[in-house]
């Protein structure tokens, strides 16, 4: 952060008000944490994310990261799947499964957990205009091994609004895009229960640019619109706000990083119960995931992400996260591989068992310093959110372009920091060296495209394409009226349809969305 002090001691607490501040850790307002006990009772959800060319490749490699003790899933998608295009759509050429897994149908949804009991581990779904469609082909391939709907645990990020601000993987308009996420809300309520319907993300916010306050602010404006239209959906704001969470970047300043995970949460509390009119103290909690920081990670000296990576994982747990994702050292080369992936996972094992930071709830509540940068970031934050409020809301300060500004400023600014040397990154424009050797890059095989389509092509021609055309256009008429589009979707996926074909079907009724500023 800019501008802060030196020094710090009682007189920058002067005034403050721990039970008003703190409270007590998984009490009001959830300063320190969501639960009492924390990871004194269970550590976090070790949750690598991985995902890359066709499902049974990704399949060996979640059986692999299980086996040496992660403790849930986290699905990459290439970029067609993102979306909503089939493998053998032209967009797609060149792109299926590369920065994640290929997945058409549901077909592929069975490859990829292929021997791996769905009642029995948690899964994180990092997609979001298809959000629905394969939480949906999930679900059908979790029947299929037999788990009751209570069972089935996991997230999909599902969070449109922060698309149209910094990452572009888009398909609808904000209001059509609206309706799939509250109706996904309301699907879950009355079928999976125990799914967090949505992964409202300051991740990506954080990758384009922003700062610690704003990844926070408009982070927590996204999650006032997301609750704000499921109840003007007529949805019941406690039946499904327990079921929120957030997904967090952790950056490279320790001390920031842990104190703004704890605004974030104190922040979401209030609003929550002062804002919204929330009841449950279960709707003013926020859970959340976390991802170290992919943007630090550098191609010059990549060994030194490997020390990035374990104090951003200490931030994040000392921040109170609930899971945790730890980036491989050379992410920033090319996808992981298995060795780096290995070591990305061990970093969290080291931390959970070996450091003592999991041992204590809360080990930075009454520092000086981390209780002032807390108090600052909220306040930031806050400012920020009132100013979206006058612009009327998130979406309507997406149109306008807002946020995409405030991001493009603050990127600019640090940008320019790096160039002109005044702040340091290692191994860039500090302690450089002039050789360096060449680490083993992941480089995914260009035949398992072709392999790909072709496995597309054999599964169009075996089902029953009367039947799909009949579900497609089903869920196309509901698009026209107010019903739960989940339903015909799911009707439409378990008979074969495609991610493409359903995404088709709904293109005629919401159109496609173009920026406009």
């Known amino acids: 952060m800019t501008d802060q002090e030196d020094t710090y001691g009682p007189d920058d607490l002067s005034g403050w008000d721990p039970d008003d501040q703190l409270g007590d850790p998984?009490?009001?307002?959830?300063?320190?944490?969501?639960?009492?006990?924390?990871?004194?009772?269970?550590?976090?959800?070790?949750?690598?994310?991985?995902?890359?060319?066709?499902?049974?490749?990704?399949?060996?490699?979640?059986?692999?990261?299980?086996?040496?003790?992660?403790?849930?899933?986290?699905?990459?998608?290439?970029?067609?799947?993102?979306?909503?295009?089939?493998?053998?759509?032209?967009?797609?050429?060149?792109?299926?499964?590369?920065?994640?897994?290929?997945?058409?149908?549901?077909?592929?949804?069975?490859?990829?957990?292929?021997?791996?009991?769905?009642?029995?581990?948690?899964?994180?779904?990092?997609?979001?205009?298809?959000?629905?469609?394969l939480l949906l082909m999930y679900q059908i391939v979790a029947e299929e091994q037999g788990a009751s709907s209570e069972e089935i645990r996991g997230t999909i990020q599902n969070d449109i609004l922060k698309e149209y601000i910094a990452r572009g993987t888009y398909i609808f308009p904000a209001e059509p895009s609206m309706r799939i996420i509250t109706d996904t809300f309301a699907y879950c309520a009355?079928?999976?229960?125990?799914?967090?319907?949505?992964?409202?993300?300051?991740?990506?916010?954080?990758?384009?640019?922003?700062?610690?306050?704003?990844?926070?602010?408009?982070?927590?404006?996204?999650?006032?619109?997301?609750?704000?239209?499921?109840?003007?959906?007529?949805?019941?704001?406690?039946?499904?706000?327990?079921?929120?969470?957030?997904?967090?970047?952790?950056?490279?300043?320790?001390?920031?990083?842990?104190?703004?995970?704890?605004?974030?949460?104190?922040?979401?509390?209030?609003?929550m119960r002062d804002r919204i009119g929330a009841t449950k103290p279960e709707s003013w909690r926020m859970r959340f995931h976390t991802q170290t920081a992919g943007s630090t990670l550098t191609a010059q000296q990549p060994l030194n992400n490997v020390v990035r990576t374990a104090y951003q994982a200490l931030a994040a747990v000392l921040g109170g996260t609930q899971s945790l994702h730890t980036n491989s050292y050379d992410e920033a080369l090319g996808l992981p591989t298995e060795e780096s992936v290995m070591i990305a996972l061990r970093t969290q094992q080291i931390l959970g068992l070996e450091s003592g930071a999991a041992s204590t709830v809360d080990p930075l509540a009454g520092s000086y310093y981390v209780e002032s940068l807390t108090d600052r970031i909220e306040a930031d934050a806050m400012q920020l959110i009132s100013r979206i409020d006058e612009l009327g809301g998130a979406p309507a300060a997406i149109e306008s372009g807002f946020q995409q500004r405030e991001i493009e400023e603050a990127a600019y600014r640090f940008a320019r920091s790096v160039d002109d040397g005044s702040a340091?990154?290692?191994?860039?424009?500090?302690?450089?060296?002039?050789?360096?050797?060449?680490?083993?890059?992941?480089?995914?095989?260009?035949?398992?495209?072709?392999?790909?389509?072709?496995?597309?092509?054999?599964?169009?021609a075996a089902r029953d394409n009367d039947a799909v055309a009949g579900a497609l256009a089903a869920?196309?008429?509901?698009?026209?009226?107010?019903?739960?589009?989940?339903?015909?979707?799911?009707?439409?996926?378990?008979?074969?349809?495609?991610?493409?074909?359903?995404?088709?079907a709904l293109l005629p009724v919401f159109g496609r969305y173009r920026p406009t500023f």
């Open 26 to 133: 998984g009490s009001y307002p959830f300063t320190r944490g969501p639960y009492a006990s924390m990871y004194t009772g269970r550590l976090w959800t070790m949750r690598q994310y991985a995902g890359f060319g066709t499902a049974r490749a990704t399949n060996e490699r979640f059986k692999a990261l299980l086996e040496a003790g992660q403790t849930g899933l986290s699905v990459a998608f290439d970029l067609p799947t993102q979306m909503g295009l089939d493998s053998d759509d032209p967009l797609a050429r060149g792109e299926v499964g590369k920065v994640g897994v290929a997945i058409d149908s549901v077909d592929d949804l069975r490859v990829l957990f292929d021997g791996i009991p769905l009642e029995r581990v948690s899964t994180s779904m990092t997609i979001n205009a298809t959000a629905a469609v």
């Open 190 to 271: 009355a079928e999976i229960p125990n799914w967090n319907t949505i992964s409202i993300s300051g991740y990506h916010i954080r990758e384009a640019g922003s700062t610690a306050a704003q990844e926070v602010a408009f982070t927590i404006a996204d999650g006032l619109a997301y609750v704000e239209a499921a109840r003007s959906a007529g949805l019941d704001i406690d039946a499904f706000a327990p079921r929120l969470s957030f997904f967090w970047n952790s950056h490279n300043d320790l001390f920031e990083e842990a104190a703004k995970f704890r605004a974030a949460r104190r922040l979401w509390a209030r609003l």
């Open 424 to 460: 340091a990154v290692v191994g860039v424009n500090s302690f450089v060296v002039d050789a360096e050797g060449e680490p083993e890059v992941m480089v995914v095989d260009r035949g398992l495209e072709a392999q790909q389509i072709s496995t597309l092509e054999a599964r169009r």
């Open 475 to 504: 869920v196309t008429e509901t698009a026209r009226g107010s019903a739960n589009l989940l339903y015909p979707m799911k009707d439409a996926l378990s008979l074969g349809a495609t991610i493409g074909e359903v995404t088709g």
